[in-house]
T-cell receptor
């Protein structure tokens, strides 16, 4: 987990506030992902980026936006937070050059616990 | 219907018991099957990875895939308290996208 860091680790905010979650990685991977985890629902993909100029929506992108500031940095923003965005958020990375064996194994950060009141 | 179904448990076993976890899936295009382990307040980490039907063993862990039944399993032999965690199955087609199960929380009692 030390190769993928997320800040903040915990955040409590109020409805309507703008929130940014940040992710940095030292693995040198080109691909980065944002997931949210909810009890009973597992991990769901919010956005993903295959390189600095490539941003794609995942399965639950509404209400979220992202920015890939550099190969090592990928931030997630909630423009106007709402209570049902309360969840555990994970950043992950993978290396597109890993074609043999695991191929595209994703490495996860430690997570950010976000509470929207 | 979810693409990947996993019983969330929780599952509580005594130390030394065999832990049996499983997932079913509906998409026959899935080719790669993984098990992630997630300790409390940590991110998931890859535990086992399999590509084809059959068994794969790694120490006390055995992963099984039955593509004909769309069913995967993870067995933990001689379970230890340090195995207490949430175990998530994940699978993907021949691309980047992982589809996760909901995760099963396992507690191994000393």
């Amino acid at each position: 987990d030390a190769d993928v860091t997320q800040t903040p680790r915990n955040r409590i905010t109020k409805t309507g506030k703008r929130i940014m979650l940040e992710c940095s990685q030292t693995k040198g991977h080109d691909r980065m992902y944002w997931y949210r985890q909810d009890p009973g629902l597992g991990l769901r993909l919010i956005y993903y980026s295959f390189d600095v100029k490539d941003i794609n929506k995942g399965e639950i992108s509404d209400g979220y936006s992202v920015s890939r500031q550099a190969q090592a940095k990928f931030s997630l923003s909630l423009e106007s937070a709402i209570p049902n965005q309360t969840a555990l958020y994970f950043c992950a990375t993978s290396d597109s050059q890993l074609k043999i064996g695991l191929g595209n194994e994703q490495f996860f950060g430690p997570g950010t616990r976000l509470t929207v009141l | 219907q979810k693409e990947v179904e996993q019983d969330p448990g929780p599952l509580s076993v005594p130390e030394g018991a065999i832990v049996s976890l499983n997932c079913t899936y509906s998409n026959s295009a899935f080719q790669y099957f993984m098990w992630y382990r997630q300790y409390s307040r940590k991110g998931p980490e890859l535990l086992m990875y399999t590509y084809s039907s059959g068994n794969k063993e790694d120490g006390r862990f055995t992963a099984q895939v039955d593509k004909s039944s769309k069913y995967i399993s993870l067995f933990i032999r001689d379970s230890q308290p340090s195995d207490s965690a949430t175990y998530l199955c994940a699978m993907r087609r021949d691309d980047y996208k992982l589809s996760f199960g909901a995760g099963t929380t396992v507690t191994v009692r000393a």
